[in-house]
Structure formats: C-alpha cells, structure tokens
C-alpha cells in the first residue's frame, strides 16, 4: 500500500523531452558522435578546467564548440537557423583531429614535405608534435612572403576606365599590362643567368611559362630586385668616409640603379660597378660615389626622413655634403667620373627644388666634355674599354642636356651628337644591362637598358633640333611654320614606329618602357598646339594643314591627350604610384593640368565625374611623390591650388594630405625652380609659368589670406 505522503526525492525529475529545436538537434548530433569517441588521455584547458568531458580535439574539443554555439544561439535567438549551422560546421570544420591534420598534411603537400612527415611518424614521434609543426613550422616562412604575384593597384575615386579613353584607335587598351589574360603567353626574353655567389638560376623552361616568364606584366615593378655579382662584391666604405655600412650603401646602389639609372643615364653601370669592386679609379671615384649614394637616398624607403634635404642630420645630406667638398677639388679634374657626378648633382639639386644651381653643373660637365674632345670621332684613345666609356658618356650628356634644354626652353648646350651609336643587339656589353628577379620567380629578366638608352638617344636628336630651332638665338622666330611643325611631327611618328620590339605599345611594361612612349605623346602636345596649327581660320587653312599633316590636328591633339593619360592609369594599375619616379611628377601635372581645363568647359555630369577621377588620381600620385622628394611637394602645392574645394575634399578622404610644418616652410622659401610647368605649346612664354615664380606668389596669396591652410 502506497504511503499517502511520499517523500520528495533528491533527483531531478524525469521531465518530458521539449520541442525539437537547432539547440536539440546540434546536442544529439554531438552525442551520437560522443558513444563512439575513443579514449582520451588528455583533455583540453577548457574542460579540465570545468572538469568535463573531453574528446581530444585540438585546440578545442566538441564540447567546448558545443557551448560556443549555444551561447551565439542563447545571444541572438532571432539569427536565422541556416546562419547558426553554418557557422557551427565551420568550426567543426576547423578543428579537425590531429591524425586528420597530419594526414591532410600528407595527402596535400608536396612529396619532399610528404616524405619528412612519413619520417617523422617512422621515428614515434608524437601525432601533436607532429601536427603542430605542420600548421605552425612554416609562419616563419610566411612572414618574409613577397609581394602578391598577381597585383593590380585599383583607381581610388573611380574603379573605370574613363569613357573618353575607350576609343578603338587607343591601342594601349589592348597591352597586357593593362588587361592581363592569364591565358595569354607573350614571347620573353628571359633568360637564366650566374647570380651572386656562384649559383645560378634554373636553366630549364618552367612548368608554367604564364606565371614564370610573364612576371613583370602580373608583379609590379618595386617587387623585383636588382641581381648584380659586382654590386654584391663591392665595398662602398672604401670609396666614402660618411658611412661603414656596407650592406646600407649597397642597398642604396641598387635603389639608385633599379629606379634611375635606365631613364636619368649618367654613367656606365657596369663599369663603374667593376672599378667600385677592383679598386680602379677609371670609371669610379668618390666624388661620384657620393654623389651616387646622396642620390639614392631619395629612393630608398628604408629612410623616413630622405626628403628633408636641409637636415644635416639626414644620411642624404652628409652624402651631399662630402660630394661638394669632393668637388671643390676635383671640379676642374678634366675626368669622366668628374662630367658624371656634375650630372648626378643636377639631378639631385633639381629634386631638392633648386634646379637653378643644379643647371649650372649640367653647364660644366658640357665644358668638361669639351675640354676631354668627347665629342671628336678621330680622337685617339688608349684602350677600347676608355673609348667604350667616353662613347657612351657623351651620349648619356647628349641626352641628358636635350632634354632639360628642350624643356626649359633653352638653346642646347651640345650641337652636335657623337658619331657612333651601336645596336644593342650587336654590342649589348657597351650598354650594360639590369636584371631584374621578381618573388617566386627562379629567372632572371632583363630591363632592356639598351634598347632604352638608344631610342633615348635617337629622340633626343630630333628634341635638340627642335630646341636650337627655337632657342638657339634671339632672332629665332618665336614659333614654327606648320611646315616646320610637320617636319619634326614626322621625324618624331618614324622614330615612334620604328621602337624595338621590346619597347613596342603590346610589349612596354617597365616604368622606363612607359615612359618612352609618355615622352613622345608630352612633346607631340606641345608641337601639334604650336600657333600655327591652332590659330588658322577658314577652311582652305585647315585643308592645308591636314594635308600637312595626314589628319586633322585636332584629332591627332585629341589622340595624344588619350594615349598619354592611358598610359599614366596604365602606369599606375601595374606599378603605382607611391616609389620614387622623378620623370613621373612632369607627365602627372601636365595631365592633372590638362583635366582640370576640361572640367572649366565639360557640360555633362557624367564627363565631370570621369575628369574628377583623373584629377583625383593625378594628384594623388604627386602627393605620394612628394613623399620621397621635395619636388613633388612643390608640384602637389600648385596642383591643389587649382583644384576645386569639393575634389579636394574629396582628395583628403582618400589620402591623409599634412598640413605644411615650419621645417617644409623653410623649404618652399629656398626654392629655386626655373622649369616652366604650365606650358601648353613651344610658343609660350616660359618666364610667367616658371615653378618658383608661382610657388613664390601662391606663398604671398597664402600670407595675404592666413584663414585658409595651405597643404603639402
């Protein structure tokens, strides 16, 4: 007979199973997988620390997931039930056994890692061990990764292309490097060559000719390294009592010679590289050393304070200084390496904003080169390694001097080029040339410096023939006849058209490649927007000319414009814009000038947009420039001057723009610029556009009016 009062029992009472739920499901999921567990000889942290069940798996077991989804599920009961799953599987997935891991591990790796791991599991070693060295032995390896193998920068207002640069005659639009097909394998010229220290790269075709030969059109160009057995033998600290560190100043070598050397040529790499390593004092000297090293300092990033070149604290200074010391004894050393360092100073006085002194050294190197008769075919020389090298200098002065002359409007300092210009497929030794080694890559690849350097030098002939034209006396008309003009529009389209294969529009990918071809289209849109061209009236006028010229000059005008700005977005989506490039900054503000003209006569808002994203990109660029050098941070001043306050705006959302410091103050004030930078033709006046003349009035704008900030 039952007792009336039973009582209470101290179990917990037998209550009926709830609804089915996720909670419900995942628990009996996970039990049903519990029953057949094997044994466990250590738990986990987190169940040893609640004393609970444990199945082993690292770094945590079911359990602990089990509570984590409850916990998501109990915080959010509204999430969806897919969600929920999902994210549970995702887990679980992730936190396989370590016997999965390691057989994961041997069935995916390659047969070398197969075969360690195999070893290891022969030797009894234990399973954790093992897995853990699998996941975790290779993050050492993972932190020095390169650069991504396929990288492509990306517009920063815009991600298109603007539609007024989507024309069929664009022929640009069709490189590589602009729209790469990974099924698309164009002939290289790799080649596999002796690296430092004996070895050498592989010799035999690789498995994947796309990705292995095809690297410069998927890796930007700052990714690669240059691979030179002299630079890496030679000693800078014996040449230069500035600084001891040899690995430094080697680094900054080929900084110099990977962003500068193929486009601003001063000097023969190779055998200022070899008497650097052999002691010889031929093609070497230390005033050229540091001449050398004062200007890599611009270019290598490892320097975060390589723009401030009046801190005497800088690296870049100390150089600078030592070469002027150096020069006030060797200035009037009638050498090679004398002429060279002349030049290396213009560039970096240039850089610093005082282009002024820098063009009085290009003036002397041009006296040295006289007074050493480069210039005279029948002159005797002792060796054909010393003619070789006075071959090659007068050419590198030669182009060097037609371009500033041309540019500055002023009357060429060389008449006449030298007699000789070998092929560098004839003679690629007298040119020298940088290879280049890109991540992941096991060939070497060549920059082409030969093919540069002459086609350099074959426009810089007919660059020089224009400047003496124009400049070379006062009584000089002012302007060309549109016979004149056609002339030289002509002998600029054959050199065009005859570039060697590797600089062709479907093969250029190099920065000093593109900028070849944004050269020509620079000079074309100053030659076709001559007077003469421009200001003719009536239709017989107009037939004239386009009979001159083959095509209306308005669409050859319009053709240029395209290409050019092509090729800088071009530049910009392989490379980018952020290391050093001095020739860059001229191209960049003669576009962003160019766009900033069309916003003032664009009606539709669709143009307005596509012209505010070449302006925004444009100067953006310049800004990154002026990172690097002083320069830029003049350019980036007159640019943003011109801008309207909504793209700047704009600008500043995109890239933190810094206010200008007392120290960059000092720097704007010591400028010196005579490049004119708002020319529009050859006809204009140079002396109202010159860079200093308008930093100076956009500084006295600035005083006049203190509530608005100026920027760098």
């Known amino acids: 007979m039952p007792e009336p009062n039973p009582k209470p029992s101290s179990l917990r009472p037998i209550l009926p199973a709830p609804q089915t739920s996720l909670r419900s499901a995942f628990q009996i999921d996970v039990g049903t997988a519990a029953k057949r567990r094997a044994p466990v000889t250590a738990a986990c942290g987190e169940c040893r620390r609640r004393k609970s069940k444990c199945n082993g798996g690292r770094p945590k077991c079911t359990s602990c997931i089990r509570r984590r989804v409850e916990c998501i599920y109990d915080r959010d009961p509204d999430e969806t039930q897919a969600a929920v799953v999902k994210r549970k599987y995702e887990e679980l997935r992730d936190h396989n056994t370590p016997f999965e891991r390691v057989f994961d591990a041997i069935r995916c790796r390659s047969e070398a890692d197969a075969g360690a791991i195999v070893r290891k599991i022969r030797r009894g070693e234990n399973v954790d061990d093992i897995a853990r060295q699998v996941e975790h032995g290779d993050l050492l390896l993972q932190s020095c ?6 990288y492509r920068y990306e517009f920063p207002f815009s991600w298109k292309m603007p539609s007024y640069l989507l024309l069929k005659s664009n022929v640009y639009l069709d490189s590589p490097i602009y729209k790469w097909s990974p099924h698309q394998h164009l002939p290289s010229e790799a080649v596999a060559v002796e690296v430092a220290g004996g070895s050498s790269s592989s010799r035999q075709q690789p498995s994947s000719p796309s990705a292995e030969f095809d690297a410069p059109y998927l890796k930007p160009y700052h990714a690669a390294e240059m691979v030179d057995t002299q630079l890496s033998s030679a000693v800078p600290s014996k040449w230069t009592s500035v600084c001891s560190d040899d690995v430094l100043m080697r680094r900054l070598l080929g900084a110099f010679f990977l962003q500068e050397h193929d486009w601003w040529t001063v000097l023969q790499k190779d055998y200022f590289l070899q008497d650097m390593s052999s002691m010889h004092h031929d093609f070497c000297s230390s005033l050229l050393v540091n001449a050398v090293l004062a200007q890599s300092c611009s270019h290598y990033r490892g320097l975060s304070d390589r723009v401030e070149f009046w801190n005497p604290q800088t690296l870049g200074y100390r150089f600078l200084a030592e070469a002027k010391r150096l020069w006030e004894y060797e200035k009037d050393n009638d050498a090679l390496t004398t002429l060279q360092a002349a030049l290396v100073l213009h560039i970096i006085y240039s850089g610093s904003g005082a282009d002024k002194i820098g063009f009085a050294y290009t003036v002397q190197a041009c006296a040295i080169a006289h007074r050493l008769d480069l210039y005279n075919p029948n002159c005797i020389v002792k060796s054909t390694r010393l003619r070789d090298a006075r071959n090659y200098t007068a050419w590198a002065l030669y182009s060097w001097q037609s371009l500033m002359c041309f540019h500055y409007f002023k009357p060429p300092l060389v008449e006449k080029p030298p007699a000789i210009l070998p092929h560098p497929k004839d003679v690629p030794a007298w040119y020298g ?34 400047a003496r034209r124009l400049f070379a006396s006062p009584a000089s008309a002012s302007q060309l006849s549109a016979v004149e ?64 010229l083959g095509h209306p000059p308005q669409q050859l005008l319009l053709h240029a414009k395209v290409s050019l700005e092509t090729l800088l977005r071009a530049y910009y989506l392989r490379h980018g814009f952020e290391w050093l490039d001095t020739y860059l900054v001229s191209l960049m503000i003669e576009t962003s000038f160019i766009a900033i003209e069309g916003m003032k006569v664009s009606g539709s808002e669709e143009e307005l947009s596509a012209l505010r994203s070449t302006i925004i990109l444009l100067a953006k660029g310049i800004y990154e ?29 995109i890239a933190r723009i810094e206010s200008i410091g007392e120290k960059q103050a000092v720097g704007l004030r010591q400028a010196q610029m005579e490049w004119p930078v708002e020319v529009t033709s050859m006809a204009d006046d140079p002396e109202s556009k010159r860079l200093g003349g308008l930093i100076k009035k956009l500084r006295e704008s600035s005083l006049e009016a203190p509530s608005k900030q100026d920027t760098l």
Do not use: C
């Not at 280049?436 to 030098?457: C, E, I, Q, W």
């Open 485 to 548: 003009v056609a002339g030289f529009y002509y002998r600029f389209k054959s050199w065009y058209d005859s570039l060697p294969e590797a600089l062709s529009p479907q093969r250029a990918v190099l920065p000093s490649h593109l900028k070849v071809h944004m050269h020509y289209f620079q000079v074309l849109l100053r030659l076709l927007q001559s007077p003469s061209l421009v200001n003719k009236q009536g239709s017989e006028a107009a037939a004239a000319v386009t009979d001159l």
């Open 433 to 466: 040339e940088t290879w280049l080694k890109y991540p992941l890559s096991s060939t070497l690849f060549p920059s082409n410096s030969g093919d540069v350097f002459k086609a350099r030098a074959e426009f810089a002939m007919i660059q020089n023939d224009v």
């Open 145 to 150: 990764l390169m650069p991504e193998t396929k």
């Open 625 to 653: 420039q002026g990172q690097n050098f002083f320069l830029g941070k003049l350019v980036f001043q007159l640019v943003s001057s011109k801008m309207r306050p909504e793209d700047l705006d704009l600008l500043g959302q």
